[in-house]
């Protein structure tokens, strides 16, 4: 059964795009992709901090002002100790690894799942 939950993703990465794109669709949720300045209404958003890193902490300053409830979830290499909590300070709910993108995404729709059914 669908968790009926939502994820977009701001990036310009094609590859984390395919990668969280598959682990929504295996965990029965929806997934799109920013483009633009529009970021629909969804239950978590993943934000790339791997590039144009500036106007992506602004996006999430933003978000978390305008969506206090969403789920903001930064990522990044691993060793960028200062840049994740830039982002944290910036309003993300969580910074992960670049590795840990799928099995955030797959987590975060079973939990969905296990509330909706539970």
């Known amino acids: 059964m669908a968790s009926g939950r939502s994820v977009a993703l701001i990036s310009d990465d094609l590859m984390f795009a395919s990668q969280l794109q598959a682990a929504m669709r295996r965990a029965g949720g929806s997934f799109a992709l920013v483009v633009g300045d529009r970021v629909p209404i969804v239950d978590t958003i993943f934000v ?20 206090p409830p969403a789920e903001l979830v930064g990522f990044c290499h691993h060793a960028e100790r200062a840049l994740r909590r830039r982002a944290l300070a910036a309003g993300a709910t969580r910074v992960i690894n670049n590795g840990a993108l799928q099995m955030v995404a797959l987590r975060l729709a079973g939990s969905s799942a296990r509330r909706a059914h539970g």
């Open 48 to 67: 790339d901090l791997n590039s144009d890193l500036e106007r992506r902490l602004e996006v999430i300053a933003t978000l978390r002002q305008a969506r």
